[in-house]
């Protein structure tokens, strides 16, 4: 483990209670989704998924038109076109964690470098973009109350990495953290997991070191990629050891890896 300093499901839900909002993201973010379900293709696909929207390839390889030309060369002429612009690689991470523990705010601090006094809590599903390094990132947050938790496995064959976010400040739940977090892991036992020690900013937080132990992920499978990082998810600390654009540059590493 690396410590770092600083099917569409057939259980899908149907009846979320949020509202469509569409939000504009700072930086080389380009929009926000709020309680959207994106369709993608499997991970283990080196194409991109059938939904990615514009940055869809096209249909097929973009060639020289041919045109019938006219002179004494009697030679077709050649109808040149504007180059195609460059295919990303789209990549999804998947950020779960119980309700509280601030997924929000860490995708808001990812995504734009903007003060925020308050982030609303996710209630159903939020999806933000990023493009940078030559990749289409999809970050893709499901709420963590109790009644969402269930839906959680679904998402896991499509994602890339996991992004597991913990309140460092909430002992009371962290028996259930360690529940919710092991049985993920039993049914993806090679998914890359990057968990965030967050709320670090708080001076009655648990250490990272102690959050290992609590979690038990010295447990884990060796073979799995596992990375655990301190956070602050506030504006304040954007500049900090805790600082969560820590998280978008192992994320960005992990997710340009062959």
């Known amino acids: 483990m690396g410590v770092l300093p600083a099917s569409a499901c057939p259980g899908t839900p149907t009846a979320c209670p949020c ?15 709020r309680g959207t ?14 939904g990615q929207g514009r940055f869809a390839p096209p249909g097929r390889d973009c ?17 040149l076109h504007p180059p195609l612009p460059p295919q990303l690689d789209w990549r999804q991470v998947l950020v779960l964690g119980l309700d509280g523990a601030g997924k929000s705010s860490v995708l808001h601090y990812i995504c734009s470098q ?30 963590g109350s109790q009644n969402l938790r269930a839906y959680w496995p679904c998402y896991l064959s499509q994602a890339h990495v996991l992004v597991f976010v913990v309140d460092s400040v909430d002992r009371s739940r962290l028996l259930t953290v360690r529940q919710e977090l092991h049985a993920l892991l039993a049914a993806e036992p090679r998914l890359p997991l990057v968990v965030l020690a967050n709320k670090q900013d708080k001076s009655d ?38 600082s969560v654009l820590h998280v978008k540059s192992l994320l960005v590493t992990l997710l340009s890896q062959p």
């Not at 509202?19 to 989704?33: A, F, G, I, M, Y």
């Not at 993608?40 to 080196?46: A, T």
């Not at 060639?63 to 109808?79: A, C, E, H």
């Not at 992920?217 to 050891?241: D, I, K, N, V």
């Open 114 to 143: 903007t003060a925020r006094e308050h982030i609303a809590p996710t209630h159903g599903f939020n999806s933000a973009q990023l493009y940078v390094g030559g990749l289409e990132m999809d970050l893709l947050e499901v709420g």
């Open 37 to 50: 379900q994106p369709t993608r293709g499997h991970r283990h696909s080196r194409e991109p998924g059938a």
């Open 205 to 242: 937080a648990l250490s990272v070191a102690e959050l290992r132990e609590e979690l038990a992920l010295h447990t884990l499978s060796g073979q799995r990629e596992l990375f655990l990082l301190p956070t602050s998810a506030t504006w304040a600390s954007l500049s900090s050891a805790t």
């Open 19 to 33: 509202q469509t909002v569409h939000q504009l993201c700072q930086q080389n973010v380009l929009t926000s989704r």
């Open 63 to 79: 060639q020289d038109k041919l045109v019938p030309g006219y002179g004494s060369w009697d030679q077709p002429t050649r109808t």
